[in-house]
Nanobody
Framework: QLQLVESGGGLVQPGGSLRLSCEASGFTSDVYAIGWFRQAPGTGRQGVSCISSADDMTYYSLYVRGRFTVSRDKAKNTVYLQMNDLKPEDTATYYC??????????????????????WGQGTQVTVSS
């Protein structure tokens, strides 16, 4: 069974940076991509960035493009989300998710609600002065 554990969240001032980590363990051989999603109170879950397992293809939402960078360390089974120039509107709980089985493009994965994905427990990111 696949398990995902996020870490790296915290409180940061506007303009600051954080790096989130998502470590995968267990059955990972059928994972075609890992995605980062976020959810702020009172809002729906939003795809932030997704990276494919086969060729490291990446996708970023318009809200974070140019500020966030997703990367993967295969040896550590870990996906990172480097977040720079953080804004108060980036405040949310950030989740990583794994897509299994028939692969979707990273753009489609990031647009989905993810009922069939495996999810981590989330890590809180708060951007405030």
């Amino acid at each position: 069974q696949l398990q995902l554990v996020e870490s790296g969240g915290g409180l940061v001032q506007p303009g600051g940076s954080l790096r989130l980590s998502c470590e995968a363990s267990g059955f990972t051989s059928d994972v075609y991509a890992i995605g980062w999603f976020r959810q702020a109170p009172g809002t729906g879950r939003q795809g932030v960035s997704c990276i494919s397992s086969a060729d490291d293809m990446t996708y970023y939402s318009l809200y974070v493009r140019g500020r966030f960078t997703v990367s993967r360390d295969k040896a550590k089974n870990t996906v990172y989300l480097q977040m720079n120039d953080l804004k108060p509107e980036d405040t949310a709980t950030y989740y990583c998710a794994a897509g299994h089985g028939s692969p979707l493009s990273v753009q489609i994965m990031c647009a989905m609600r993810g009922d069939d994905f495996s999810w981590g427990q989330g890590t809180q990111v708060t951007v405030s002065s």
